[in-house]
């Protein structure tokens, strides 16, 4: 059995470029959340899925950002037109409908320069 | 809204010692779950400990135990026999339905 996983590890890109990011949650889990963290900070909620079907954003979640989980599998976050304020480690979890303990993946780092 | 609070942001134990972090949460809601996570340096967030907060009855993996006081909101993680390993932040986060609030988190030092 494999973790949560998540592609890339490391991203740098320039301020105004779209960066997308992609999870691979456990393969049973119907849930699949996604967090953003910074420095030395908790990870703040921004979206969750259930199966394909996209329960809650945060008011965190800007325009510029949007996420997908298409055939309730994977899922992806997209960035565009990327801020400075954008740099945070982007961390996926998941778990089952039934289970309320969330598996996290080693997250994304977003570095913008 | 929920509100996870973790007062102590830095502690530190001398191995083999018990070390207690502290964690206090507001909510309205009487049906929750409560969990420690930690986080050590560059590593994924890893499953410490959760706690069903209808169970009156104090959670406990291994060396990891937790005082849960639901009057009082109050959440706290004892790790006994700490070991090298359990160095990382502890963060201490509350889940009513799906997503998770984390507190602010409480990097742990543990001494040889």
């Known amino acids: 059995d494999t973790g949560v996983s998540q592609n890339p590890r490391h991203k740098i890109t320039k301020r105004g470029q779209n960066v997308t990011f992609r999870c691979d949650p456990i393969?049973?889990?119907?849930?699949l959340y996604w967090y953003r963290q910074t420095l030395g900070q908790g990870p703040e909620f921004l979206t969750y899925f259930q199966n394909e079907a996209q329960l809650e954003k945060s008011r965190l979640l800007s325009d510029r950002f949007s996420a997908e989980r298409p055939k309730g599998s994977f899922s992806t976050l997209e960035i565009q037109r990327t801020e400075q304020g954008d740099s945070a480690m982007y961390l996926c979890?998941?778990?089952?409908?039934?289970?309320?303990?969330?598996?996290f993946g080693p997250g994304t780092r977003l570095t913008v320069t | 809204a929920q509100t996870v609070t973790q007062s102590q942001p830095e502690m530190s134990v001398q191995e083999a010692e018990t070390v207690t972090l502290s964690c206090t949460y507001d909510?309205?809601?009487?049906?929750?779950?409560l969990f420690w996570y930690k986080q050590p340096p560059s590593r994924q967030m890893i499953l410490v400990i959760r706690?069903?907060?209808?169970?009156?009855q104090n959670a406990t993996e291994n060396r990891f135990s937790v005082n849960f006081q639901k009057a009082a909101k109050s959440f706290s993680l004892k790790i006994s026999d700490s070991q090298l390993g359990d160095a990382a932040m502890y963060f201490c986060a509350y889940n009513s339905y799906g997503k998770l609030t984390f507190g602010q988190g409480t990097i742990l030092t543990v001494h040889p």
């Open positions: 706690q069903e907060a209808y169970k009156q």
């Open positions: 909510t309205s809601e009487s049906d929750y779950y």
């Open positions: 393969s049973e889990h119907n849930r």
């Open positions: 979890a998941s778990s089952g409908l039934s289970v309320d303990e969330q598996y």
